[in-house]
């Protein structure tokens, strides 16, 4: 939507998988396979915006510290900006499944030494660069499902993609069967519906000097 709204910008998607679509996308756009945590095949200062979202599961807290936020940083020009959006790794929750499921993903943050604050300590990150003369951080509690409008929704599919993606870890921590996990994935997205089940959300952005 972005491409055709500003078709004089180039817009460049990153990921560490071939997701991509293929046909169909319009001449302002273009679709990379690497990875962050290598150094990215740009120069310094190529991009005027960087946006990066739903990448707290990804990285430890060393990554986002030496790798991520630096290279960021190396790409942004000067006078640019950089968001991202995070949230905590934990659901608020009256639900039971949400409660369980909230628990097994801290547990497996923690032990891989991922931050399960990421999106509070982005700002802090980008602080320590000194690359950056505005640094913004605001907080919302995203309420799961469609009581939460499209974002409620949005997050939702987020965290039942990303429990999913922890399928050949979380049944052995949990002790229960791989056909159970998945059912309580499932009935989380039913859950959610019925109870109040809310999420904290971090958008943080930085104008760089």
Do not use: C, H
């Given at each position: 939507d972005m491409a055709k709204q500003y078709p004089n910008s180039m817009f460049v998607g990153i990921d560490i998988s071939p997701i991509f679509p293929t046909?169909?996308?319009?001449?302002?756009?273009?679709?990379v396979e690497n990875n962050v945590l290598d150094v990215l095949p740009y120069e310094d200062a190529s991009f005027d915006f960087i946006h990066q979202k739903f990448m707290v599961c990804a990285y430890t807290g060393a990554q986002w510290e030496e790798k991520v936020i630096p290279e960021i940083t190396r790409l942004t020009r000067p006078d640019g900006w950089v968001?991202?959006?995070e949230s905590d790794s934990y659901?608020?929750?009256?639900?039971?499944v949400a409660n369980r499921l909230s628990k097994a993903l801290q547990d497996f943050m923690t032990l891989k030494g991922m931050d399960c604050d990421i999106g509070k300590e982005i700002p802090r990150i980008?602080?320590?660069?000194?690359?950056?003369?505005?640094?913004?951080n605001k907080k919302q509690a995203v309420v799961l499902g469609k009581k939460g409008g499209k974002s409620g929704e949005e997050t939702l599919r987020f965290c039942t993609a990303a429990l999913r993606s922890f399928r050949s870890f979380f049944p052995a921590n949990m002790n229960i069967m791989p056909e159970h996990y998945d059912a309580l994935v499932e009935t989380l997205?039913?859950?959610?519906?019925?109870?109040?089940?809310?999420?904290?959300?971090?958008?943080?952005c930085g104008h760089k000097m």
């Open positions: 046909e169909g996308l319009p001449l302002n756009v273009a679709f968001e991202l959006v659901y608020t929750s009256d639900g039971n980008l602080g320590n660069t000194n690359a950056f003369s505005e640094i913004k997205s039913i859950e959610a519906e019925k109870t109040t089940t809310f999420i904290n959300q971090y958008r943080i």
